[in-house]
């Protein structure tokens, strides 16, 4: 609406309303008083109205008045005093100045007036104007109360002279006067017939303007033709948009009067249905919204607010484009308050709101709407905030967020009511919009919005909590990016610290250790991190270090929550908690020992282990990298650092389970380092606490062995073969008839190892080639002992007695070698053929040296002597085939020592075959020298 | 002829001959012919000769064989060497290499009876190649003027073996 207008409007009124009410009661008689109405439509009257010709004097009006006054008073001709009077009149009309005669001086002086008029007309010598004599006498009667006289006076102006310039003026006094006398329908006729008249247009306005008063006066019937009247008016002095805003002055108070009079007429017909028809029956027009507020005013002011809020709706739903529309719904909400109707001055509120909520349409409302409408949107956001609305004060500060400049502390406030609300989507997105998008008064950023991003982190941190574990990555991925923002954004936040502290823990509960570390890292690059934050960052290093079995990094991590929990004890969750902070940091050196160990790394492997120790001293894990320190040194084959570790740690925990290795340990490192005899002794000391001590002995015997220390090894071997099983394998068989092979090279219990040796051998299902080569020669061996005793029974008498033991050790013999052969094959035949041979050549030998019985005469010593030949001579043949097959043996086998031996035997045998003498030559030296 | 060049080519030979010798196999395989026709060095032959007895009589049986073989090698037609070496061989049991260094003499020197008796007793008795142990009993026996009974009767029991 017109605001400025409107005032100016109301101006009017109280300018009228302020004229003193002497000076209208001693001029009422030409005057009409308009602005005061009465109790009744009667009552009513017109706005006053003056009337304006000439032009006023350079010097001050006071003073003219005085001297004319004075005039007036000094002269003697009537003409004179009339005419001062005129010119008193008019300064007085034109300055609006009190001045000139008071008003109980001028009744009497226009009672002197009216002498000198009447004098003049009696004389019928007047030489001025008659018409203006006319005009002056009217007004002078009717300045002394005698009206019909002044009527009568202009009647006769009109009638004698109809084209003086005075009948306008004349006609509109007369109609004036019915009006005055209550002959509204005269009054509408001598109205009309100045306006229908060529004439004077200030007056032909003033004259519609009683025109629609007349008819207004004469009642209902004629209210239409009254309002068409004062709509006339209205279209004649407002014709455009422009002239609303600098109205005429002159016409402003019928302006007023108009607006007022059509208010009037509509509040008592159909209100705005009636400003309906009236406007719809017209071309458009500039000032509706004038009328509409007139009416509504009306209203208000008489206390109807609801039809004054009805006719205010009904402007805008009639002219909802129209510019003033939000000024009616706003003009509502005015009159909803006066009306001490809160509620509904709250709803008014909201249909403003919601009506020019969009974006288009709040951009079509003036500087001070939009303001009004923000305010309205915060009364109410504000007003269901408190109600606890949630959802509606929500919207409202959104709404009014995107209309506004405050925008941060706006949607920092939506986002609070839509998480009361439990909307965390809507909360999030608008803390996130007042924490980075939005801006605060002026261009400066919103000075909360730190709280506002820290309120979308809470957000989604309650939301996280909540989650279901499969939900929780998403959740937890979003909440990560709402910190990058905020962290970027607010770099200087104390709580970011904690946030990213927090955020390494529980990336790292979802295995996301790469997400754990960065957020560990990024925390603990802030210099405002606290002792407790960079702990927990640090415990989060450690444990994904050591997933990832970066050991190095995880111990110095360890290192570093150590050093801040043992600073500050109350860091711990748990009272045990430094101590596990241990443990984990002695693995985490323990593994780098391991890995170093794995890679070759030796002396950082050894180094690592025993570290250990240092952190946790004689700790299970401590015991065990020493242990492992030892099997490094092992592993790296530096063999007498290994067994001197291994001593020491035996030395220092001799009941660790650990300990019953280091044994085997030392046994192993001995042996590598060509310690053969203190590996053996090492056995054999761990086989007196075995319960199955024969297998450490036995390895100690082969350790003997390789070290050459027989007397042990055989020792070991006499005391194994006397209480070794009989073999079930043929790993079994080997090995004792390897100790056996020994002791028999050893010249220990000989005969008895190689007779065990042939037995074995010859019942075993298991054989190699060195246990038939070993038995073979112990067979051999075994039958050359015999064979040995064989020789040595003399065949003396009884022959009998003495043949037979020789008969059977040769067979003895025979059977040993026949054994031997069955065992070893070529590789002893030579020497079985031989020694074969051999026994039947001896027994032949001896059977032809045998004794001669001393009682046998001479024939019966050569008959004895001839019986002896015969029984030798096939034993001779025998070893000569025997000693002949071997000599051939030359052919296949190639010549061995013992062919040989055949062979010398058999050029004993049989020299004229055998027995052949290689020959040398000599050198003739001189001959060859001669030469 | 320059000194130096004859002893380095004398070497050359020396090495090549032992290497025949030791190739040599088979009793009834005649040795091969060097390629390069031996260079006679009857006054080095000697000097090694003389090493070689002198060796054998200290004992040294190693070193008498190689300084014989070195003589052998410088005068293949050295009969009495090549026997001597022959049954140096034969006491170390290498009974094909001395049978093959008395064939070689035999070829050198056809005539000298000794080293066909040696050839025959090897090949009879250490080879049992009784073929060959006639025919050189029996060559022994043609080049010796006396009458060696023994060996008459050897002939004898090898004809009668071998019929």
Request: charged fraction near 20%; hydrophobic fraction near 35%; charge should be negative.
């Given at each position: 609406m017109n605001r400025q207008f409107m005032r100016r409007l109301s101006l009017a009124v109280i300018l009228i309303s302020a004229v003193p009410g002497g000076s209208v009661a001693a001029q009422e008689s030409f005057r009409v008083e308009l602005g005061r109405d009465g109790e009744t439509l009667g009552d009513m009257r017109p706005v006053f109205l003056k009337f304006e010709s000439r032009p006023l004097p350079a010097i001050s009006p006071k003073e003219v008045a005085r001297r004319y006054q004075k005039l007036f008073e000094k002269s003697d001709e009537p003409e004179v005093r009339i005419d001062a009077l005129n010119r008193l009149n008019n300064i007085r009309d034109r300055s609006g100045q009190d001045i000139g005669f008071s008003d109980e001086q001028q009744s009497a002086v226009y009672e002197e007036a009216l002498a000198s008029y009447e004098s003049i007309l009696a004389r019928g010598s007047f030489s001025g104007k008659l018409d203006e004599l006319l005009y002056q006498m009217a007004k002078a009667h009717a300045l002394t109360g005698q009206h019909e006289e002044s009527i009568q006076r202009l009647r006769q102006l009109v009638g004698l002279y109809p084209r003086s310039s005075l009948v306008p003026e004349a006609r509109f006094r007369i109609a004036e006067a019915a009006y005055n006398a209550g002959e509204y329908q005269e009054a509408e006729t001598g109205y009309r017939q100045l306006i229908e008249g060529d004439g004077h247009q200030d007056l032909a306005m003033k004259a519609r303007y009683m025109l629609g008063w007349s008819q207004f006066k004469q009642g209902p019937a004629a209210w239409n033709r009254s309002a068409e009247t004062f709509m006339a008016l209205l279209d004649q002095h407002l014709p455009s948009e422009a002239t609303l805003l600098d109205p005429p002055h002159t016409g402003l108070d019928m302006i007023e009067d108009s607006f007022r009079v059509l208010a009037l007429i509509a509040a008592r017909a159909d209100n705005s249905a009636t400003l309906a028809a009236w406007l719809g029956n017209r071309a458009p027009v500039a000032w509706p919204h004038l009328l509409y507020d007139r009416l509504a005013d009306l209203h208000a002011l008489e206390g109807r607010f609801d039809l004054a809020?009805?006719?205010?709706?009904?402007?805008?739903?009639?002219?909802?484009?129209?510019?003033?529309?939000?000024?009616?719904?706003?003009?509502?909400v005015d009159y909803w308050r006066m009306a001490g109707d809160t509620s509904k001055a709250r709803e008014a509120r909201a249909d403003y709101v919601a009506r020019y909520q969009s974006q288009p349409k709040f951009q079509e409302l003036r500087g001070q709407q939009q303001a009004l409408w923000r305010d309205y949107s915060r009364f109410l956001g504000d007003y269901h905030y408190a109600a606890q609305d949630w959802t509606s004060a929500a919207g409202y500060y959104e709404v009014l967020a995107g209309h506004s400049g405050d925008t941060g502390k706006l949607l920092h406030l939506a986002g609070d009511a839509r998480l009361q609300a439990g909307n965390r989507n809507k909360a999030l997105e608008n803390y996130r919009s007042a924490a980075y998008g939005a801006r605060g008064g002026g261009q400066q950023r919103y000075p909360d919005a730190a709280e506002a991003g820290w309120a979308a982190i809470k957000v989604l941190k309650s939301t996280l909590e909540e989650s279901a574990a499969g939900a929780a990555r998403g959740v937890l991925a979003e909440l990560s990016s709402e910190e990058q923002q905020f962290g970027k954004?607010?770099?200087?936040?104390?709580?970011?610290?904690?946030?990213?502290?927090?955020l390494a823990n529980r990336w790292y509960e979802v295995g996301a250790y790469d997400e754990a570390l960065a957020y560990a890292r990024s925390t603990l690059v802030l210099e405002s991190a606290k002792t407790e934050e960079r702990y927990a960052t640090w415990l989060v290093t450690a444990r994904v270090r050591q997933r990832t079995g970066e050991f190095g990094l995880e111990e110095r991590a360890w290192r570093q929550a150590l050093l801040l929990v043992d600073s500050e004890p109350d860091l711990a969750t748990t009272p045990d908690e430094p101590e596990q902070i241990r443990e984990q940091l002695a693995t985490a050196i323990y593994r780098q020992g391991e890995r170093a160990a794995a890679s070759g790394d030796t002396a950082v492997a050894v180094a690592h282990f025993q570290r250990v120790n240092s952190v946790v001293p004689n700790t299970e894990i401590a015991i065990r990298a020493r242990f492992d320190a030892s099997n490094a040194l092992l592993k790296a084959s530096e063999w007498q650092t290994a067994i001197n570790e291994l001593n020491r740690f035996r030395l220092d925990y001799p009941a660790h389970e650990l300990t019953e290795e280091v044994s085997e340990k030392l046994v192993y490192a001995y042996h590598e380092s060509r310690q053969p005899l203190k590996a053996a002794g090492e056995l054999m000391a761990a086989s007196e606490r075995a319960q199955e001590p024969w297998p450490l002995k036995l390895r100690a015997a082969a350790l003997y062995h390789q070290a050459g220390e027989l007397p042990e090894r055989n020792a070991l071997y006499m005391d194994w073969l006397a209480v070794a099983p009989d073999p079930d394998a043929a790993a079994d068989?080997?090995?004792?008839?390897?100790?056996?092979?020994?002791?028999?090279?050893?010249g220990v219990d000989s005969v008895r190892q190689q007779k065990a040796m042939v037995t074995r051998e010859a019942a075993s299902q298991w054989h190699s080639e060195e246990t038939l080569l070993w038995a073979g020669k112990a067979a051999l061996a075994l039958g050359a002992s015999v064979a040995q005793e064989f020789a040595a029974i003399r065949l003396e008498h009884p022959l009998e007695r003495a043949l037979e033991r020789k008969q059977k050790a040769m067979e003895q013999a025979q059977a040993y070698f026949l054994e031997a052969e069955s065992f070893a094959g070529e590789t002893v035949a030579s020497e079985v053929l031989y020694r074969r041979a051999e026994l039947y050549r001896t027994l032949a030998a001896d059977l032809m040296a045998s004794e001669v019985p001393s009682e046998l005469n001479e024939l019966e010593a050569m008959q004895y002597q001839m019986l002896l030949e015969e029984e030798a001579w096939p034993?001779?043949?025998?070893?000569?085939e025997l000693h002949s097959r071997n000599h051939g043996r030359i052919a296949s086998q190639g010549f061995d020592e013992w062919i040989g031996q055949s062979l010398e035997a058999l050029a004993v045998m049989h020299p004229g075959r055998y027995d052949r003498e290689l020959r040398w030559m000599s050198w003739n030296m001189e001959e060859n020298e001669g030469a | 002829m320059h000194r130096g060049f004859h002893y380095a080519q004398r070497a050359l030979i020396i090495s090549v001959l032992a290497g025949l010798t030791a190739c040599a196999t088979?009793?009834?395989?005649?040795?091969?012919?060097?390629?390069?026709?031996?260079?006679?060095?009857?006054?080095?032959?000697?000097?090694?000769?003389?090493?070689?007895?002198?060796?054998?009589?200290?004992?040294?049986?190693?070193?008498?064989?190689k300084a014989w073989q070195t003589s052998v090698a410088l005068d293949p037609s050295d009969a009495t060497t090549v026997n001597n070496l022959a049954l140096l061989l034969k006491q170390q049991n290498r009974f094909r290499d001395a049978a093959n260094l008395l064939e070689q003499g035999v070829e050198a020197a056809p005539d000298v009876a000794q080293l066909h008796y040696n050839l025959a007793v090897i090949s009879e008795l250490y080879l049992l190649d009784l073929d060959k142990a006639l025919v050189h009993y029996q060559r022994y026996r043609a080049l010796t003027a006396e009458e060696d009974k023994l060996v008459a009767g050897w002939i004898a029991d090898l004809e009668r073996r071998l019929q």
């Open positions: 809020v009805g006719i205010n709706q009904a402007f805008a739903g009639n002219y909802p484009e129209h510019s003033a529309a939000p000024d009616f719904l706003a003009q509502s954004t607010f770099t200087q936040d104390p709580r970011l610290s904690g946030l990213r502290a927090d068989h080997v090995q004792q008839q390897t100790m056996r092979h020994r002791l028999i090279e050893s034993l001779e043949e025998r070893a000569m | 088979g009793p009834g395989k005649a040795p091969e012919r060097a390629a390069v026709q031996p260079v006679h060095s009857p006054e080095q032959a000697r000097e090694w000769a003389i090493k070689g007895v002198n060796a054998h009589e200290n004992g040294d049986i190693p070193g008498a064989i």
